[in-house]
């Protein structure tokens, strides 16, 4: 079973900058999608962005021009760079590496790393 380890949380004030990395315990192999997804206390997880093995990305509207999100190929890592945080941005972080070879198929999740962003 793979494992994905994420790393970066902390508290940063509003305005401020966080990198949020993942990276699995073990090789994976195949296409994928490297995805991030976020939930807030009380709230559903929702979608924040995402990078393909061909490198097409999607972003929520709410993270649009603040939020990029990188993957490194030959280490299977994806990246999370945030700037500009607000305070809405406040959420447990999810990495997702999800397979898009259907003869591979494999859905990892990480185990969530905290982000805190004060006025």
């Known amino acids: 079973q793979v494992e994905l380890l994420e790393s970066g949380d902390g508290s940063v004030q509003a305005g401020g900058s966080l990198r949020l990395s993942c990276a699995p315990s073990r090789p994976i192999y195949g296409d994928n999608v490297m995805a991030w997804y976020r939930q807030a206390p009380g709230k559903q997880r929702d979608f924040v962005a995402s990078?393909?093995?061909?490198?097409?990305?999607n972003y929520a509207e709410s993270v649009k021009g603040r939020f990029t999100v990188l993957r490194e190929n030959g280490k299977n890592s994806a990246y999370l760079q945030m700037n500009s945080l607000k305070v809405e941005d406040t959420a447990q972080y999810y990495c997702n590496i999800k397979s898009t070879d259907r003869w591979r198929p494999y859905d990892y999740w990480g185990q969530g790393t905290r982000v805190t962003v004060f006025p």
């Open positions: 990078s393909s093995s061909g490198t097409v990305t």
